[in-house]
């Protein structure tokens, strides 16, 4: 007994203790926290108004941060205040939460009184959501209220402090709307505390992503009505609503996007897959890292065509990515919705255990207004992005193991060997979690489908060309060392913005160590015999694959990837001396890179990365090692990334390396200053791309916009001053260049450029027969593009730049665009360059001056049967007729090139160009990346026919064609 009563004592006590403790406990509802004291004042405003009631804002620290929560009165009664919270998540505030504290210990935070300048509302009853409709039939301009700084009293509660904020005036099933105080400056940034999406039963959902928001799930849930003007960056508050829903599943993320527009005001154009013109639209952007270190982007247009791609720090948008997901847009009585379904499978993303956090961002594209409207509030003009994106949380969200499979067969029909090639192989992804992804191609088909632009390059300098193959495609980022490896995605010519534009004649090339379109591209010339003739053609045929390989993934804080590939054997077709068919061949070649990558986020972004890659050959070996470091600071105003080179390539050693640092003050100004030094030696071209070695750089950058103008929708300048030495410290590349634009109220735009480049050495284009001096030269443009949201927009430009000895060539660039309905589409774009002592290398020492005349059209024709369903024609020709003017030869000594008498019997140097592609396609888009292809291929490259005038030259290129290929080609998907 005496043993017992020792038990039962001590645990009567601690049971009455922990009812006193219990008794003793409170609780408050927070409705909000905010990092200033401003925004939890303004939110504490309308959060009285419509609670009827007082609330007390509160000041806690956490994690070294200073927080701000409006917070209600404390309530012993729990699950009262349980039940309460549960009404204040439906009705009012759907991120509020529970504190639950002790009443009788020292408070954690810093209480701030409650607010007693305000009187109660008059209202007598509280509205069952947050907003309510003012006119739910009304189809007439927006109703606006301003509220003063010093006002008292708020004559509508629904409306926001201190801001120009529109009446809600959502219809069913979007009346749950949510607001978020906009910040000092305009528009509405991020929260601190992040946003808890609720998570659906895939089963319950019975989710179809057809455009109609119908499903029960819209109705129940909170929407986000909280876009501002980010383009042109005005951040002031859009004239219409734009209510973005969330919620998720264990297999991916679902987006329901209403758009209140006019119905005369809509624009509906359907393309193909990843073409970026002027079209209503929503886009979404989801940091997958939750660190801002990459993440995806995807985009549905008015009518269901599709675009997406990836982002890297800070906004580094490329298209270079194509993903399993669905989406799709339907026009409505009072606008447009758009649904998504982005599956958490196709998306690399971090191990994280119950709760996962992510950014998040939306935008939407105003083509009649050519406005981008977005939230958080994060124009491109700005330094932020990637580190300033909406946080949400998940729950228990960790894909399973996923696989796909892409069988594929392909029937190719030459019409001139008459002989039918048949190919079948199968790509095959495999993720076992959410952090690492395996993929593998056999016997792959990469080509035959789509062709690359018509360029003709007669310079030293090699042509870029972007990869458009889905494999080298998919998880491609970790080989992105630094922003000047990431190829940017830019507009076609008939605009994705307000005014048509003119087609460039630059187009920057990117400085990277991983230049996959090295994989499967023209062999190495083999050795050709004496008398035995190759037609370039034949030597500039892509080479088959056997096989690839890829690994990418993260662990923690490291991000890692493999990538290998291995090549056919090559083999060529010539002629002998006497007539006979002669084949030779040649080794495949075998690719292979291994990236290792640490990133901080902790106070910014600190990263250092490792790379290494290898092409082997039996006539040579290739290596190439790189070091990259990257610094982000905390405001993001400051970026600096480095690269460090090191090649070992037939046993000779290169070294090299290159800074970018990037300061963005403030919106709309744009600072960058770069350095560059590679060496004679240094050699990345086996596997990698550098415009040039042998050249120590330096360039600054300023561009500056604004958009604070009344009778200009925006105006932007840029200066760029370059500077670049050879290792022999003479100037090889020098220039000024100055660039305006001007955007009218009607989306016309003007555009100038004048450059000014001082004398400089060419050691380039002699092709190591020496170096020559050249003229200080001018060039300069003026165009002009008209709307691209009418159905008919034209642009134009004209402009002179000097040559290498002084005379002048004169170029025209123009075209339009035809659109009569969403479903036909007509693009002819045009140059022409009338050139005037065009200096041409011709052999060993010896150069000549040519006047020419150069014309580049192209012409497009896209009919839609139905938004998956696209007839497709192309034609792209280059034709070139020059006419010798003087002769020159590189001096043995230094200086000037010097004129050359070229003897009477000698050839001419007149020549001819005339190359054309022309493709006939048509592509049926069965399911996301499962796609039917039957296309007509037909191309030509003539040689010198220097008599023949453009028209025989265009027509011989299209009766007499060196590429004449019929392909039909099925890809499918299986997979979860």
Do not use: C
């Amino acid at each position: 007994m005496i043993w017992t009563g020792k038990k039962v004592i001590p645990m009567a006590f601690f049971g009455l203790l922990a009812s006193a403790i219990q008794a003793q406990q409170t609780a408050s509802i927070v409705y909000g926290s905010y990092s200033s004291l401003a925004r939890a004042e303004a939110s504490r405003s309308i959060l009285e108004q419509k609670l009827v009631r007082s609330l007390a804002i509160s000041k806690t620290e956490i994690r070294d941060k200073t927080f701000f929560r409006v917070i209600g009165p404390a309530n012993e009664n729990i699950p009262d205040l349980r039940t309460r919270l549960m009404q204040v998540k439906a009705d009012i505030e759907p991120d509020a939460w529970l504190l639950i504290g002790n009443s009788d210990a020292t408070p954690a935070q810093a209480a701030i009184t409650p607010n007693t300048s305000r009187k109660d509302s008059p209202m007598q009853a509280r509205p069952t959501s947050a907003y309510q409709e003012s006119s739910p039939a009304s189809k007439g301009p927006q109703d606006f209220a301003e509220i003063s700084e010093d006002s008292a009293t708020v004559s509508n509660p629904f409306l926001l402090a201190k801001e120009l904020t529109r009446v809600a005036r959502v219809t069913d099933p979007l009346t749950n709307v949510i607001r978020i105080k906009p910040a000092a400056t305009g528009g509405v940034d991020a929260t601190t505390e992040p946003l808890h999406l609720p998570k659906y039963d895939d089963a319950l959902l019975n989710m179809r992503i057809d455009g109609h928001l119908d499903e029960t799930v819209w109705s129940e849930i909170p929407g986000y009505d909280n876009m501002t003007i980010l383009e042109p960056d005005t951040l002031e508050v859009p004239r219409y609503s734009t209510v973005t829903k969330l919620v998720y599943t264990d297999k991916g993320l679902y987006v329901g996007i209403w758009n209140e527009q006019p119905t005369d005001k809509l624009l509906l154009r359907l393309t193909k897959r990843d073409d970026y013109i002027n079209r209503d639209g929503n886009h979404v952007t989801l940091d997958t890292s939750g660190e801002g270190l990459y993440g995806f982007w995807f985009e549905v247009a008015l009518g269901g065509a599709v675009t997406d791609g990836k982002v890297l720090p800070e906004m580094q948008y490329s298209m270079e990515w194509d993903g399993p997901w669905y989406g799709n847009s339907v026009a409505t009585e009072d606008g447009y919705t758009t649904e998504m379904f982005l599956p958490w499978s196709m998306m690399a993303m971090p191990d994280a255990d119950q709760q996962r956090t992510m950014g998040f961002y939306t935008s939407r594209k105003v083509a009649f207004l050519d406005e981008r409207w977005g939230w958080p509030s994060l124009p491109m003009t700005g330094s932020k992005f990637m580190s300033a994106l909406q946080p949400i949380t998940l729950e228990s969200v960790n894909p399973r193991q996923q696989y796909a499979l892409f069988p594929f067969t392909s029937t190719t029909y030459d019409n001139l060997d008459s002989e039918t090639g048949y190919r079948t192989g199968v790509d095959i992804s495999w993720r076992p979690s959410s952090n690492i992804q395996i993929t593998a191609s056999l016997n792959p088909d990469f080509g035959t489908v789509e062709s690359d632009n018509v360029v003709i390059n007669l310079t030293a300098v090699e042509t870029f060309f972007p990869e458009k193959r889905l494999f080298f495609l998919e998880g491609n980022e970790i080989f992105v060392t630094t922003p000047r490896s990431n190829v940017r995605f830019s507009a076609s010519s008939s605009g994705s913005t307000g005014a048509r534009a003119t087609k460039t004649s630059f187009n920057p090339t990117p400085t990277t160590l991983v230049n996959t379109r090295r994989i499967g591209g023209q062999a190495p010339d083999p050795d050709i015999p004496a008398g035995v003739y190759i037609p370039d053609v034949e030597l500039g045929k892509p080479t088959e694959l056997m096989g690839a390989f890829k690994i990418t993934g993260q662990s923690g804080q490291f991000r890692y990837g493999i990538l290998t590939a291995f090549e056919e054997d090559q083999r060529f077709h010539g002629i002998g001396s006497n007539g006979s068919e002669v084949r030779l061949d040649q080794d495949g070649r075998n690719f292979g890179v291994l990236r290792f990558l640490y990133e901080n986020t902790n106070n910014g972004r600190k990263g250092i990365g490792w790379i290494s890659t290898a092409v082997t050959h039996a006539d040579g070996d290739a290596y190439v090692h790189g070091i990259d470091t990257h610094y982000l600071s905390p405001s993001s105003q400051w970026r600096w990334d480095t690269q460090l080179i090191y090649s070992d390539v037939d046993d000779s050693d290169g070294y090299g390396g290159f800074t970018d640092i990037t300061y963005i003050p403030s919106r709309g100004i744009f600072h960058k200053v770069s350095f560059d030094y590679l060496d004679e030696n240094l050699n990345v071209d086996a596997f990698g791309f550098v415009r040039r070695n042998d050249v120590i750089m330096a360039r600054y950058v300023y561009n500056y916009m604004t958009s604070d103008l009344k009778k200009l929708r925006d105006r932007s300048n840029s200066w760029i001053f370059n500077q670049e030495y050879n290792i022999d410290g003479r100037v090889v590349r020098s220039g000024i260049f100055w660039r305006t634009g001007w955007t009218f109220n009607n989306r016309l735009k003007l555009r100038t450029e004048l450059a000014y480049f001082p004398r400089r050495w060419d050691d380039l284009n002699s092709e190591d027969n020496g170096e020559f001096r050249t003229e200080d030269r001018w060039a300069s443009e003026i165009g002009i593009g008209t709307d691209s949201s009418k159905k008919l927009s034209v642009s134009f430009a004209a402009g002179m730049r000097q040559e290498e000895l002084g005379d002048w060539t004169r170029t025209a660039k123009g075209g339009f665009t035809y659109k009569p309905n969403d479903r036909l589409s007509f693009d002819l774009d045009f140059s022409y360059f009338r050139h005037d002592g065009w200096l041409l290398h011709q052999e060993d020492r010896l150069f000549t001056t040519f006047k020419a005349s150069n014309w580049q059209p192209s012409l497009a024709m896209d009919v839609f049967l139905t938004a998956r369903q696209q007839l497709r024609f192309t034609l792209q020709w280059a034709g070139i007729r020059a006419t010798e003017q003087d002769f020159y030869q590189v001096p043995l000594d230094d200086g000037y090139l010097e004129p050359y008498d070229k003897g009477i019997l000698e050839p001419t140097d007149n020549f001819t160009i005339s190359r054309i592609t022309s493709q006939l396609r048509y592509r049926w888009e069965i399911a996301p990346l499962s796609d039917l292809f039957i296309v007509y291929t037909r191309g030509s490259n003539r040689e010198t026919r220097r008599h023949d005038d453009f028209e025989d030259l265009f027509l011989d290129s299209i009766t007499d064609p060196l590429i004449d290929l019929f392909v039909v080609k099925l890809r499918y998907r299986f997979g979860t």
